[in-house]
């Protein structure tokens, strides 16, 4: 495909193999990462969105293939979305580029190979959901590439580490800065000396939109935690009186999700909307994950029901559930203002049809309603406590757990659950802020959160009722 003397010039000057072989064109700042790897055993990349951190990636991949004799490139991401949809396919569409390099290199699912030697000359995309992920490769030139690395968890990291010694090792790194601690954060921070590290505002890049950064500055702010890690590519403050912190959040969407055949826990939820500018959302969770189904800007309480029914009949066709067999679905309504015209109008459609619409189990709830409880002053504070200790990973000893809920990766939704606040009460209660309070410091309505919350609620079924002897 190149000569020797082609193969020696690039190897050395990737910025010009992607001009040249690709036939793509790199920023600045995307070169100056390309450089970075010909000389620097270990390059970390942090960076708010759609900067075009997956594509240098792809370009790293198909750069040291080409021009490396025998490589192994192992490559990572927290989640199969991240890995295969994402910087696979990113692979995929940049070899496509040159017809004589989409020839020599083949490209399979998990695989990417030079023609002829698919066990000693490859790039190979492996999940970081096991600790051995990047365990047992050795070559003389080897390229670690971890996307997403903020959410790779730190043992899969250690061998490595290891790798690294040799002097044909390279590591790059990428990702959005979402945690506070782990070898992406050190390597930014405590261990920056001994990496190469570049940081990418979205502000600067001509690949991210104006549109996108004036909407994140005009729903959060520039002083948001959202603002600071999804447009300027900085790790997110830790405040104090903030309830559930945005390094648990985005924990939890970075998240890999192995869905079960039929889920043990289906569950729906519906904050309906109040006013002109709110939203109604409904969503659903199939065992840890949770997932939206439908937003709308307004009040018809008819059609909001409507919705609910179809996304439960979708979910019992799609799973097979059987009347007299599996529990019925709990779905819980947001209850304040037009939210009661929604609870009384499935209550009306499940009497009226019992038998097709078994699977409904409808429980109203009221937003901020006082409760009686030891810590928690209101209903909303106990269901934001109820979310955090999902999303925790540690157990109330101490001990690591695995995260119980998968988040959607939703703007509007990182921004609601990662800016509500919280204080004392008079008698000693944890209390987070009202969405009056919310919107009377320029936050926007938590509609999304508060479908989340309500999806993630635990409930109290009722009894079965007892048959009368006689």
């Known amino acids: ?70 490589p192994k490139i192992p490559c990572t991401a927290p989640t199969q979305h991240q890995l295969y949809d994402i910087l696979w396919a990113e692979i995929s569409k940049w070899k496509r580029n040159n017809k004589v390099l989409d020839n020599e290199l083949i ?29 047992g490769f050795h070559a003389e030139h080897m390229l670690y590439i971890i996307d997403e690395a903020s959410g790779v968890d730190d043992k899969i990291f ?8 040799t002097p044909g090792a390279r590591l790059l790194m990428c990702g959005n800065p979402t945690q506070l601690s782990g070898f992406f954060y050190d390597s930014h921070n405590k261990l920056r000396q001994q990496y190469k590290t570049f940081h990418v505002d979205g502000r ?9 950064v004036q909407t994140i500055v005009n729903m959060y702010g520039e002083d948001s935690d ?27 969407i970075q998240t890999e999700y192995y869905p079960r055949k039929i889920p043990d826990n289906i569950h729906i939820g519906c904050d309906v909307a109040r006013f002109g500018t709110d ?3 409904i969503g659903f969770r199939t065992d840890e994950k949770v997932q939206f189904f439908k937003k709308r800007v307004g009040q018809d309480t008819m059609k909001t029901a409507d919705d609910i029914v179809l996304l439960g009949t979708l979910l019992v066709s799609q799973y097979g559930l059987k009347k007299n067999r599996d529990l019925p679905i709990p779905i819980k309504i947001d209850d304040g203002g037009v939210g009661g015209g929604v609870v009384d109008r499935l209550r009306q459609m499940k009497r009226n049809n019992p038998d097709r619409l078994w699977w409904m189990e409808i429980y109203p709830v009221k937003f901020g309603q006082k409760i009686r409880h030891k810590f928690y002053d209101d209903s909303t ?30 703007d509007a939704l990182v921004a609601q659950l990662s800016g509500r606040k919280y204080g004392m009460t ?30 993630c609620m635990p409930v109290k079924r009722p009894k079965a009722k007892k048959k009368k002897e006689g």
């Open 426 to 455: 008079e008698n000693g209660k944890i209390r987070v802020e009202s969405k009056k309070v919310m919107k009377a410091r320029g936050v926007p309505s938590p509609d999304e959160a508060d479908c989340v919350l309500l999806v």
């Open 107 to 135: 490209w399979t699912k998990e695989k990417l190979y030079m023609k002829g030697h698919s066990e000693e000359w490859f790039a190979v995309a492996r999940t970081a959901g096991t600790p051995d992920a990047l365990q």
């Open 226 to 252: 959202v603002f600071r890690v999804r447009v300027a590519g900085d790790f997110p403050l830790a405040e104090d009186d903030i309830f559930i912190p945005l390094p648990l959040v985005e924990k939890s």
């Open 279 to 281: 939203k109604t959302v």
């Open 204 to 212: 600067e890049s001509s690949r991210v939109s104006d549109e996108f």
């Open 158 to 165: 250690e061998p490595v580490l290891g790798a690294l010694s």
């Open 381 to 410: 504070t106990y269901m934001m406590a109820n979310l955090k200790k999902l999303l925790q990973p540690y157990d109330d000893d101490g001990k690591p757990k695995d995260v119980e809920i998968i988040l959607p990766d939703d």
């Open 1 to 70: 495909m190149l000569s020797s003397e082609a193969i020696r010039y690039y190897a050395v000057h990737p910025v010009e193999f992607v001009q040249d072989i690709i036939r793509a064109t790199p920023d600045d700042k995307q070169a100056e990462i390309l450089n970075s790897l010909v000389v620097n055993p270990m390059t970390s990349v942090r960076s708010g969105h759609g900067i075009g951190k997956s594509t240098v990636e792809a370009w790293a991949v198909i750069w040291f293939l080409v021009t490396h004799p025998y």
